[in-house]
C-alpha cells in the first residue's frame, strides 16, 4: 500500500507552476509516493509530467468538478493522458441537486462518462462524501450508484462514511477489489453548524487505526491523505499525518 497526498488539501497554497513545483517538491521529501491532483495551476501536462518524474511521484488521478466536465470532456481527458494521471475522479454533487431522479440519471452519465474516459486508457471512479449513505429506494444512494453499474470504480473517502455512520473496516471488505483507492482524514468535531473540522491526522478523535491497517492487510494501491482544513499550517499538517499513517503500518 502506497501513501499519496490530496492536493486539493494545498489548493489555498499552489497558485502557479512554481508553487506546485516546490509543494511537489516537499511532499516527495516527505516520504509521499504519489499525489492526487485538483486544479492544475497553469501547469501544462508535460511540465506536470516532468515535475512528477524529477520527484518520484506517481499522478494517481485528477478530481474533476461537472463544471470542467461540461466545459471541455476531451480536453480533461487528452490532460490526463498526457500528464500520464492513470485515473479521473467524479468527486461531487451539488446540494441542490440531490434527488433520486439526479442519482438515477447520474448513473447513466458516469458509464457514458467511463467508456469515453476508457477509450484513452483512463479509468473513472466515483467518489463519495456523507450524502451518498443517505436511504434511496430500499438501499442507499451509494448502493445503487455501485450497485447499477460495473463500468467505473470506487474512491472511497473512508473519513465522511464513518461520519455518516459506517463502520468502514468492515465496508471496505464488503467493497473489495471495486475500491483501489482510499482517502483518509481525521477531525475534531463539528462547528455550530454542524461541519465537521478537519485536522491533520492522528491530531483529532477519528479512530483511523482499524482503517489503515485494513487497507493495508487488503493491500489496497493508495491511502490518499486528504485534508480540507487544517489549524496547522499546510505543509505541516502534510508531515504530522504521513508520519502517523507510517507510525500505525510498523506496529
Known amino acids: 500500500m502506497k501513501i499519496g497526498y490530496s492536493m486539493y ?3 489555498d497554497l ?27 495551476a497553469g501547469v501544462k501536462p508535460e511540465q506536470l509530467k516532468k515535475m512528477l518524474e524529477t520527484f518520484h511521484l506517481e499522478a494517481i488521478a485528477t478530481h474533476v468538478h461537472q ?3 461540461d466545459a471541455d470532456t476531451d480536453e480533461e481527458i487528452e490532460y490526463a493522458q498526457k500528464a500520464g494521471i492513470r485515473r479521473l475522479v467524479y468527486p461531487w454533487v451539488e446540494p441542490e441537486k440531490r434527488s433520486e431522479e439526479c442519482f438515477h440519471k447520474l448513473k447513466d452519465y458516469l458509464e457514458e462518462l467511463s467508456a469515453k474516459c476508457s477509450a484513452r486508457g483512463i ?18 444512494v451509494i448502493d ?29 471488505q464488503q467493497l ?40 493495508r492487510e487488503m493491500n489496497k494501491e493508495w491511502l490518499i491523505v486528504e485534508l480540507d482544513s487544517s489549524p496547522y499550517p499546510v505543509l505541516e499538517s502534510a508531515r504530522m499525518s504521513i508520519d502517523y499513517i507510517r507510525s ?3 506496529t
Request: glycine fraction near 10%; proline fraction near 4%; include cysteine.
Open 14 to 40: 499552489v497558485k502557479g507552476p512554481a508553487e506546485m513545483e516546490s509543494t511537489l517538491k516537499a511532499l516527495a521529501e516527505m516520504g509521499y509516493e504519489g499525489v492526487e491532483l485538483f486544479l492544475y
Open 67 to 69: 463544471f470542467r466536465w
Open 9 to 11: 488539501s494545498a489548493r
Open 144 to 172: 445503487y450508484l455501485l450497485g447499477q453499474s460495473n463500468a467505473y470504480g470506487f474512491e472511497l473517502d473512508t473519513f465522511w462514511a464513518e461520519f455518516a455512520g459506517v463502520n468502514v473496516a468492515d465496508y471496505l
Open 123 to 140: 479509468e473513472l471512479l466515483y467518489h463519495n462524501h456523507d450524502f451518498e449513505f443517505a436511504p434511496m429506494g430500499k438501499g442507499r
Open 176 to 215: 473489495g477489489s471495486r475500491v483501489p483507492i482510499i482517502h483518509i482524514k481525521d477531525y475534531l468535531g463539528v462547528d455550530e453548524s454542524k461541519e465537521p473540522q478537519i485536522t491533520a491526522i492522528g491530531t483529532g478523535k477519528l479512530d483511523n487505526i482499524p482503517i489503515i491497517r485494513t487497507a
Open 248 to 250: 500505525v503500518c510498523e
